[in-house]
Nanobody, 126 residues
Framework: QVQLVESGGGLVQAGGSLRLSCAAS????????MGWFRQAPGKEREFVAA????????YYADSVKGRFTISRDNAKNTVYLQMNSLKPEDSAVYYC???????????????????WGQGTQVTVSS
């Protein structure tokens, strides 16, 4: 069982930055694939970024590539999402997710993830 708790959301002006954190419980955190998703009102939850257990393989949605960076610190059981050059269309509830699967493949579908956090709101004003 893995429990995930996000933090770091808030209100920021367009062009600004935020850093989201996701603290995970569970001894096997370092073995799992971690991802970030987001959901805006009236829209489906969408993939943002993910990385494998070592952080050596990372994958980003086209809409955030070059602006967002996902990373992890396995010693702290924490995964991060650094968000720069934020745009109003980045406004959403951001969710941390864990895919309890072995291997280095980086998953992008919500159905591949087994555990989810409660979400943290990010609002970007224009």
């Amino acid at each position: 069982q893995v429990q995930l708790v996000e933090s770091g959301g808030g209100l920021v002006q367009a062009g600004g930055s935020l850093r989201l954190s996701c603290a995970a419980s569970g001894r096997t955190f370092s073995s799992y694939i971690m991802g970030w998703f987001r959901q805006a009102p009236g829209k489906e939850r969408e993939f943002v970024a993910a990385l494998n257990w070592s952080g050596g393989r990372r994958y980003y949605a086209d809409s955030v590539k070059g602006r967002f960076t996902i990373s992890r610190d396995n010693a702290k059981n924490t995964v991060y999402l650094q968000m720069n050059s934020l745009k109003p269309e980045d406004s959403a509830v951001y969710y941390c997710a864990c895919a309890a699967k072995a291997g280095s493949y980086v998953y992008t579908a919500t159905t591949d993830y087994d555990y989810w956090g409660q979400g943290t709101q990010v609002t970007v004003s224009s």
